[in-house]
């Protein structure tokens, strides 16, 4: 195997990495509510939603085609030439830009896991991929239009849009169904539930897996095996169903600390509340699929959940989660990036397919000691639903945490 099949072979299995960290980083976007109100059981729900996962990562390639030319400047985009690499840049040294923006990206997916933010997977991978860039081309090798119109814009606007479509719909909710009894209300949103947080699952998958099967193709088109033309009308098939098993995959394993911060940590949420989160979530991210935009679904969901705390009157809202998790936010891109660029530079000294071999097994190490650490203080299907601890606000449970302290002696 010559040294450029080897880095590309290592670049997609890390992608499909990064998609498996995508889809248990942000499971609870569909259904950290309906497991929240018991509208539907935990497992069951992770199910559905990784059922979902993988059937709406068939739907479209438009979010695919813009990770393929509007975030980094690696290839012409136009012309006679386009697709080709730009002047002074050879296919391995294009791979290993893209491969240390997927080691950004996963190390930052899992760091947040650990603590049980829901940061944004999509703003982690471009925050790796930008990172690489700049290391290795300078800031022209970024295309700061394409970044600033279909990722940064979209990206701000989302999640406030989300917040005031949710909390708009909730207090309507609420308005017209203040004389049914609050037992038939209940019962009537959790069935509404199921249907609501499926779409978002579904949206998800069509959204979200077109991330990675447009870094797979981006890394395809740089070593020639593929043409840049060719990605607006399909993938081949093996790139669109590998990236849909692996985030139904990571979808169904349930990223259990986040859906508990979203679940219970945000906001003491109820079956109406939900299903207005969870439709409010859908039609953003459904909408903004279509048009190309590689929006978070993590904070649309995010901007959702505390919209429907912010429309309902006498509502619960943690505000300290939520600046928590507007800290992880600022912090993704840049994070991120410096670990891509870090990544990079390592990869780049050593040079060819023994630095990309280098930090793939940094990423192993890195990678390993995080899922040991959170199997310490393990949050899983059987206590996602524990009561939150107003004490510490900590995603792990208050039994969980006082059992490893007498455990450690702390």
Known sequence: MSAEMLILVLLVITALGFDFTNGFHDTGNAMATSIATGALKPKTAVTIAALLNLVGAFLSVEVAATITKDVLKIQQTSGDEAGSLIGGLDAQKA???????????????LFTWLFGLPSSSSHALFGGLIGAGIAALGTSGVNWEGLTKKILIPGLMAPIIACIVAATGTYIIYALTKKVAENKKAQGFRVGQIASAS?????????????????????MIASGHLSAGSVEHGLPFWIVFSCAGAIA????????????????????????????????SA??????????????????????????????????????VAGRM??????????AALVGALSF??????????????IFLIL?????????????????????NADWDEATGSVIPADVSAAYKEKEGV
């Open 95 to 109: 791979m290993i830009i893209i491969f240390a923006g997927l080691v950004g990206g996963i190390l930052w997916n």
């Open 326 to 335: 507007a800290t992880a936010w600022v912090f993704t891109l840049p994070a």
């Open 199 to 219: 779409l978002v699952a579904l949206a998800h998958g069509t959204g979200d897996a077109q991330k990675t099967m447009g870094v797979i193709a981006m890394a």
């Open 345 to 358: 530079f390592i990869a780049n000294l050593t040079g060819g397919a023994a630095g990309a071999i280098i």
């Open 364 to 384: 192993l190490a890195a990678s390993g000691f995080m899922y040991y650490r959170a199997q310490l203080q393990k949050v899983d299907s059987n206590n996602v």
């Open 283 to 320: 039609a953003i991210i459904l909408t903004s699929s279509a048009a190309g935009m590689a929006l978070s679904t993590t904070q649309v969901a995010t901007g959702s959940i505390l919209g429907s705390g912010v429309g309902k009157k006498g509502a619960t809202v943690r505000w300290s």
């Open 249 to 280: 995959l990571g979808t169904y394993l349930g990223g259990w600390r986040i859906i508990r911060t979203l679940g219970k940590g945000l906001v003491e949420i109820e079956s109406p509340q939900g299903m207005a989160a969870e439709a409010s």
